[in-house]
């Protein structure tokens, strides 16, 4: 057995439960090379980039006991750790509870372990914490950076004896920092000038002490805000002197003083304490009857099914403009709204999941409609198209109806902000509510003080939260701010339940459709897309969800009838819907206006109106309304304007008059369609073929990009991410993490030879140790994407995630997903390897 002074010595004592933990709080069975040996364990979860993704996912505590723990250093023991964490109003036993629990925490992610009472840290938080509580770098980085002749300088300006071989000065000068009585001792003989300014550095350094991974705006350190001449040479005295005493090195912050985070502490007074909230800020809830909560969702359930439902047909009939910069505007999205009779919040919300879907469509420039997807996808059942929506909503980055940026500008539709949020906020304030069963909570402002506890290093405004808040009832995920069944499915990740669920709370299909004397159709449930086809086409929808409501008028019937359908047709399809026949006022409505329709007809001139009513034709002329199109009467059957037919069009119907348009000829210009009748008591719409045009032309061919010539290219990125089907499952042959655990400390591992083609990677990549380079070789052979630490040629350090990766000589070639475009990476300049969380 190793020595506890070392994470691969930690990993040989625990049991395989206790493994088993470590590995599924980083998904390390499933993700990553097959893992052959506990040494290849270590090295994996020693990689920065390992650590940084379990700190990032961390709650508060975790991150203030390890940044505790790595700003004591040396001195960090289990007693020590307890008095400097603020325990108030917490008494001493709850306290020592408190912190223990906490350690114990960070010890299931490998961040920090006990060895005794020493309490060791991981060596990869040091290369992505830099100054811990935001005080200072820990001796331990700086000392791996100097020069054994530096080393014996600290050590001699300390008193103490210099070891010949730099790994023993190194540790000799670990350890000095890591006794904190001596550095007092040591402090207290400056001079007097020396002693105030010292204790005037440390004392504005302790004032900034919180988590630098929650506040990295604090680790900006300066140790001179006082810039008078005085002040700027007392300064100068003290970095002189704490660099000849061994208390300081040489480079770093505070022009050219570098004070290591344990001098800070140990000089620290016995009154401050560092910040420590083991317990999450309180949540003000009542009583929520589940009862109430499974209406209240199923409710709106129904009514944003109706309004996304409504939405997306508009968008199918109609389109959106996109605007040149890209996305959709303001304007709009609210003549949109206004038109399909919702808010702007639930069309923006649909917009975004559908593109998510790949229901959304760039047909042609400037012109956004729907996909050839969506015919298919909305004859699906009801819970099967809902639950698309809301796992799709899931996966959006940003909150959709988030209108507004920090700044108040303006946040068009289907543009992809890369500067928002961090995505999955309506279910982590789902999990949050999936412990208060019963309960729902009172106030968004709890819920932001909740959220921050539980996400430190997550940057989300209250705004962001809100609008995740307000989408999650929409969804019916809460209702009346607790969780629904839905939501505790969805949150559990258990599709198959949430289905179940989605099911008995959404109204059928419904085939029922009941006619009103005021020229009304009204369809309860969820009507069925033929339905809708008919109803859409003949009036104007003026209610979504558990009761879907169409009215008809002479504008909506007249609508029908410039598009080209014939009366006839949508008579017999008006009552191929219900058994019972519509009202005789609604048959005659249609009549009517399709007798009145094209008694009046334009003729382009400019534009030419011609009637066989000459009544009518003299009232046209005398319509003070139409004075703008410059009518003329050239015969009493025929007028002649100045204005185009386009305009004399619009103008005779903004008038009331129920014009058509010819051609020179006297043809209509409208295409005939003919309605087709389906049986059951469905029917649905379809152009009249006439002749045979031939083969068609595949509304999905050519080529996508240069469709979207002309629009934002976030619009065509959201769309052209839009998947195709359900995202692949994980291969079930995957070890469990049990099951990992158990091969690992059982001694039969499989042997960490590195095969022949690792032998060269790693002759070319000197800088990778031997889980690295068996990472690295197993990406390429399994197309996995990876993190890599690499040194440009300038010199400077990046973090890359990489993917499609293949070996070209001493290169590594592979898409870089920061740069979007392939990428050449020397192997000798790679640094680190670890699997792409």
Not at 496 to 516: D, H, I, T
Not at 819 to 825: C, G
């Given at each position: 057995?190793?020595?506890?002074?070392?994470?691969?010595?930690?990993?040989?004592?625990?049991?395989?439960?206790?493994?088993?933990?470590?590995?599924?709080?980083?998904?390390?069975?499933?993700?990553?090379?097959?893992?052959?040996?506990?040494?290849?364990?270590?090295?994996?979860?020693?990689?920065?980039?390992?650590?940084?993704?379990?700190?990032?996912?961390?709650?508060?505590?975790?991150?203030?006991?390890?940044?505790?723990?790595?700003?004591?250093?040396?001195?960090?023991?289990?007693?020590?750790?307890?008095?400097?964490?603020?325990?108030?109003?917490?008494?001493?036993?709850?306290?020592?509870?408190?912190?223990?629990?906490?350690?114990?925490?960070?010890?299931?992610?490998?961040?920090?372990?006990?060895?005794?009472?020493?309490?060791?840290?991981?060596?990869?938080?040091?290369?992505?914490?830099?100054?811990?509580?935001?005080?200072?770098?820990?001796?331990?980085?700086?000392?791996?950076?100097?020069?054994?002749?530096?080393?014996?300088?600290?050590?001699?300006?300390?008193?103490?004896?210099?070891?010949?071989?730099?790994?023993?000065?190194?540790?000799?000068?670990?350890?000095?920092?890591?006794?904190?009585?001596?550095?007092?001792?040591?402090?207290?003989?400056?001079?007097?000038?020396?002693?105030?300014?010292?204790?005037?550095?440390?004392?504005?350094?302790?004032?900034?002490?919180?988590?630098?991974?929650?506040?990295?705006?604090?680790?900006?350190?300066?140790?001179?805000?006082?810039?008078?001449?005085?002040?700027?040479?007392?300064?100068?005295?003290?970095?002189?002197?704490?660099?000849?005493?061994?208390?300081a090195f040489t480079a770093g912050w505070g022009y050219g003083l570098t004070l290591p985070s344990e001098v800070i502490l140990a000089l620290a007074p016995p009154s401050f304490h560092a910040p420590f909230h083991p317990e999450p800020p309180a949540l003000t809830t009542v009583a929520a009857a589940a009862e109430q909560t499974e209406r209240s969702a199923s409710a709106a359930l129904a009514q944003f099914l109706g309004a996304a439902m409504a939405v997306l047909e508009g968008l199918s009939r109609t389109g959106l403009k996109p605007l040149k910069a890209g996305g959709v505007g303001s304007r709009e999205l609210t003549r949109f709204a206004k038109e399909i009779g919702t808010d702007v919040a639930t069309v923006r919300l649909t917009l975004e999941v559908a593109a998510d879907i790949g229901l959304i469509g760039l047909p042609e420039p400037g012109r956004l409609t729907t996909s050839t997807r969506f015919e298919e996808w909305r004859r699906r059942p009801p819970h099967v198209r809902v639950l698309d929506i809301v796992l799709a909503w899931e996966r959006l980055p940003t909150p959709p109806t988030l209108a507004r940026d920090a700044d108040d500008s303006y946040r068009p539709a289907?543009?992809?902000?890369?500067?928002?949020?961090?995505?999955?906020?309506?279910?982590?304030?789902?999990?949050?509510?999936?412990?208060?069963?019963?309960?729902?909570?009172?106030?968004?402002?709890?819920?932001?003080?909740?959220?921050?506890?539980?996400?430190?290093?997550?940057?989300?405004?209250?705004?962001?939260?809100?609008?995740?808040?307000?989408?999650?009832?929409?969804?019916?995920?809460?209702?009346?701010?607790?969780?629904?069944?839905?939501?505790?499915?969805?949150?559990?990740?258990?599709?198959?339940?949430?289905?179940?669920?989605?099911?008995?709370?959404?109204?059928?299909?419904?085939?029922?459709?009941?006619?009103?004397?005021?020229?009304?159709?009204?369809?309860?449930?969820?009507?069925?897309?033929?339905?809708?086809?008919?109803?859409?086409?003949?009036?104007?929808?003026?209610?979504?969800?558990?009761?879907?409501?169409?009215?008809?008028?002479?504008?909506?019937?007249?609508?029908?009838?410039?598009?080209?359908?014939?009366?006839?047709?949508?008579?017999?399809?008006?009552?191929?819907?219900?058994?019972?026949?519509?009202?005789?006022?609604?048959?005659?409505?249609?009549?009517?206006?399709?007798?009145?329709?094209?008694?009046?007809?334009?003729?382009?001139?400019?534009?030419?109106?011609?009637?066989?009513?000459?009544?009518?034709?003299?009232?046209?002329?005398?319509?003070?309304?139409?004075?703008?199109?410059?009518?003329?009467?050239?015969?009493?059957?025929?007028?002649?304007?100045?204005?185009?037919?386009?305009?004399?069009?619009?103008?005779?119907?903004?008038?009331?008059?129920?014009?058509?348009?010819?051609?020179?000829?006297?043809?209509?210009?409208?295409?005939?369609?003919?309605?087709?009748?389906?049986?059951?008591?469905?029917?649905?719409?379809?152009?009249?073929?006439?002749?045979?045009?031939?083969?068609?032309?595949?509304?999905?061919?050519?080529?996508?990009?240069?469709?979207?010539?002309?629009?934002?290219?976030?619009?065509?990125?959201?769309?052209?991410?839009?998947?195709?089907?359900?995202?692949?499952?994980?291969?079930?042959?995957?070890?469990?993490?049990?099951?990992?655990?158990?091969?690992?400390?059982?001694?039969?591992?499989?042997?960490?030879?590195?095969?022949?083609?690792?032998?060269?990677?790693?002759?070319?990549?000197?800088?990778?140790?031997?889980?690295?380079?068996?990472?690295?070789?197993?990406?390429?052979?399994?197309?996995?994407?990876?993190?890599?630490?690499?040194?440009?040629?300038?010199?400077?350090?990046?973090?890359?995630?990489?993917?499609?990766?293949?070996?070209?000589?001493?290169?590594?070639?592979?898409?870089?997903?920061?740069?979007?475009?392939?990428?050449?990476?020397?192997?000798?300049?790679?640094?680190?390897?670890?699997?792409?969380?």
């Amino acid at each position: 057995m190793e020595s506890l002074t070392t994470l691969r010595g930690w990993l040989d004592t625990l049991e395989a439960d206790q493994l088993a933990l470590v590995l599924e709080r980083h998904g390390i069975e499933r993700t990553g090379a097959r893992l052959r040996t506990l040494d290849e364990l270590a090295m994996r979860l020693e990689h920065p980039g390992t650590m940084w993704q379990a700190l990032s996912l961390a709650p508060l505590p975790i991150l203030e006991v390890v940044e505790a723990v790595s700003a004591l250093g040396e001195a960090a023991t289990l007693a020590r750790l307890t008095e400097l964490l603020d325990r108030a109003p917490a008494p001493p036993v709850s306290h020592e509870r408190s912190v223990r629990h906490w350690v114990d925490a960070a010890a299931t992610a490998a961040m920090l372990w006990l060895d005794g009472d020493r309490v060791r840290l991981n060596p990869g938080i040091d290369q992505v914490l830099l100054a811990p509580l935001s005080l200072a770098q820990p001796a331990r980085a700086t000392i791996g950076q100097l020069t054994a002749d530096e080393l014996r300088a600290v050590l001699r300006g300390q008193g103490l004896d210099t070891p010949p071989r730099k790994a023993e000065l190194m540790t000799a000068a670990g350890a000095a920092f890591g006794r904190f009585a001596d550095l007092r001792r040591l402090a207290a003989t400056a001079p007097s000038t020396v002693l105030t300014t010292l204790h005037e550095v440390v004392g504005r350094r302790l004032a900034g002490a919180q988590p630098a991974l929650a506040h990295p705006e604090a680790t900006e350190l300066s140790d001179i805000e006082d810039l008078t001449a005085g002040y700027y040479a007392r300064f100068q005295e003290l970095s002189r002197w704490a660099t000849a005493t061994g208390l300081a090195f040489t480079a770093g912050w505070g022009y050219g003083l570098t004070l290591p985070s344990e001098v800070i502490l140990a000089l620290a007074p016995p009154s401050f304490h560092a910040p420590f909230h083991p317990e999450p800020p309180a949540l003000t809830t009542v009583a929520a009857a589940a009862e109430q909560t499974e209406r209240s969702a199923s409710a709106a359930l129904a009514q944003f099914l109706g309004a996304a439902m409504a939405v997306l047909e508009g968008l199918s009939r109609t389109g959106l403009k996109p605007l040149k910069a890209g996305g959709v505007g303001s304007r709009e999205l609210t003549r949109f709204a206004k038109e399909i009779g919702t808010d702007v919040a639930t069309v923006r919300l649909t917009l975004e999941v559908a593109a998510d879907i790949g229901l959304i469509g760039l047909p042609e420039p400037g012109r956004l409609t729907t996909s050839t997807r969506f015919e298919e996808w909305r004859r699906r059942p009801p819970h099967v198209r809902v639950l698309d929506i809301v796992l799709a909503w899931e996966r959006l980055p940003t909150p959709p109806t988030l209108a507004r940026d920090a700044d108040d500008s303006y946040r068009p539709a289907l543009l992809r902000h890369r500067d928002g949020a961090a995505g999955l906020l309506g279910i982590e304030l789902c999990r949050h509510m999936a412990h208060r069963a019963g309960r729902g909570a009172v106030s968004i402002a709890d819920l932001v003080d909740l959220f921050a506890w539980h996400n430190p290093t997550v940057t989300v405004s209250a705004v962001d939260l809100a609008c995740s808040w307000n989408e999650a009832h929409l969804l019916g995920l809460l209702a009346d701010g607790a969780l629904s069944s839905l939501g505790a499915a969805i949150t559990a990740q258990d599709r198959p339940a949430a289905l179940a669920r989605l099911e008995e709370l959404l109204p059928e299909e419904s085939g029922q459709v009941l006619f009103g004397s005021d020229l009304t159709v009204v369809v309860p449930g969820s009507p069925a897309p033929a339905t809708v086809d008919v109803l859409d086409l003949l009036g104007r929808r003026e209610g979504h969800g558990v009761a879907n409501t169409w009215r008809l008028s002479e504008g909506s019937v007249r609508d029908a009838l410039d598009a080209g359908y014939v009366v006839e047709d949508l008579v017999e399809a008006l009552r191929s819907l219900s058994e019972k026949a519509p009202p005789q006022a609604m048959e005659y409505l249609l009549r009517d206006v399709a007798r009145k329709h094209g008694r009046l007809s334009v003729r382009p001139a400019a534009a030419v109106l011609t009637s066989e009513d000459e009544g009518l034709l003299a009232e046209v002329a005398g319509e003070r309304r139409l004075r703008s199109l410059g009518l003329t009467i050239v015969t009493p059957t025929v007028l002649v304007a100045t204005a185009d037919p386009a305009r004399v069009l619009s103008g005779l119907r903004a008038a009331g008059y129920l014009p058509i348009e010819r051609e020179a000829d006297g043809a209509p210009v409208m295409e005939i369609r003919r309605l087709r009748v389906a049986g059951g008591g469905r029917a649905g719409t379809e152009p009249d073929p006439g002749p045979d045009p031939g083969p068609a032309e595949d509304p999905d061919g050519g080529d996508l990009t240069a469709e979207l010539a002309g629009i934002d290219a976030g619009l065509a990125e959201l769309l052209a991410e839009a998947p195709s089907g359900q995202a692949p499952r994980p291969d079930s042959a995957h070890e469990t993490a049990v099951e990992l655990a158990r091969r690992l400390l059982s001694g039969e591992s499989e042997p960490a030879t590195p095969t022949a083609h690792e032998q060269v990677i790693a002759g070319l990549a000197r800088r990778l140790n031997e889980g690295e380079v068996h990472e690295l070789v197993d990406a390429v052979a399994t197309s996995r994407p990876v993190l890599l630490t690499y040194r440009s040629q300038h010199g400077s350090v990046t973090s890359r995630v990489v993917s499609r990766l293949q070996f070209s000589g001493p290169h590594l070639l592979g898409y870089c997903h920061t740069k979007e475009a392939e990428r050449y990476f020397r192997l000798d300049r790679i640094l680190g390897v670890a699997p792409a969380g």
